[in-house]
């Protein structure tokens, strides 16, 4: 009964900078994480940061690292993922997911696809060279 929507997506020079909003809709169910992953084309789906505010973790993977920040607001409706310093092989559908028990992820650990409960439709994100 928890809905995702993405949305911030679009088309930037590298160097550019987006903000990536996940926006809970419909939800009934609590959860204590979300989680981004991004595919592109003809490649797995792969985490790249998540946040755990039951804990206060987020974590991030070292491709992104320095260059992502992720944040939820106050009424935990939304979650955020400010990307700047956009490389073009940062190109790829962006989802968010929710966990629900917040074990998926830590400081140190963003669990796999299958691990988290609830997904996002995907936004698009071009980082053109």
């Known amino acids: 009964q928890v809905q995702l929507v993405e949305s911030g997506g679009g088309t930037v020079q590298a160097g550019g900078s987006l903000r990536l909003s996940c926006a809970a809709t419909?939800?009934?169910?609590?959860?204590?994480?979300v989680a981004w992953f991004r595919q592109a084309p003809g490649k797995e789906r792969e985490g790249i940061s998540c946040?755990?505010?039951?804990?206060?973790?987020?974590f991030y993977t070292d491709s992104v690292k320095g260059r992502f920040a992720i944040s939820r607001d106050t009424s935990k409706d939304t979650v955020y993922l400010q990307m700047n310093n956009l490389k073009p092989e940062d190109t790829g559908l962006y989802y968010c997911?929710?966990?629900?028990?917040?074990?998926?992820?830590?400081?140190?650990?963003?669990?796999?696809?299958?691990?988290?409960?609830?997904w996002g439709q995907g936004t698009q994100v071009t980082v053109s060279s």
């Open positions: 997911a929710a966990d629900w028990t917040g074990e998926a992820c830590s400081s140190e650990y963003l669990g796999k696809a299958n691990e988290y409960d609830y």
């Open positions: 419909g939800s009934i169910l609590d959860y204590d994480a």
């Open positions: 946040i755990n505010w039951s804990e206060g973790n987020t």
